[in-house]
């Protein structure tokens, strides 16, 4: 199982990547192993004691009984204390820099987060970078239509 964030290649260019484990309830952890978690529009928060995951959707289990769930609670992560010393001086030194999750996945029976230091793009990136996914979107087509010609 493994559950990604599809706006974060289109808004984010990635530059250096961590795994973290998440702070969750039993209701939280068998509603993400359904695949029912939000990532997009979420973000990680640095503060006095620690990580946090920001704006972060688990739908409530289905069969949970607990009546004042709320769904987009800030989650804590678990890092090691130098990850997040690391993380936060290399935030503070270039200011366009963001940590955002990238997915999140089973290793073995725990749940983990990956998180990504990212520097956002700007509209004329995203534009740029469409139309040459576009552009090789069409070479492949292209070439697969000639293997067939050529078959036949």
């Known amino acids: 199982m493994k559950i990604i964030n599809k706006k974060f290649h289109h808004d984010y260019e990635k530059i250096e990547s961590l795994e973290a484990g998440i702070v969750l309830t039993g209701g939280e952890v068998k509603s993400i192993r359904e ?16 990580a946090y995951l920001i704006n972060a959707e688990i739908p409530p289990y289905r069969f949970s009984q607990n009546q004042n769930y709320d769904p987009k609670r800030s989650r804590k992560l678990l890092l090691n204390k130098k990850e997040i010393v690391r993380l936060k001086t290399k935030l503070k030194s270039a200011k366009s820099l963001t940590v955002v999750p990238v997915s999140c996945y089973n290793k073995g029976k725990l749940l983990k987060l990956e998180i990504a230091l990212a520097r956002g793009r700007k509209e004329i990136e995203k534009r740029k970078l469409e139309k040459q996914r576009e552009i090789e979107r069409e070479k492949e087509k292209e070439l697969k239509e000639w293997m067939k010609k050529e078959k036949y």
């Open 35 to 50: 695949g029912r978690l939000r990532l997009e529009d979420s973000y990680v928060k640095f503060l006095d004691d620690g």
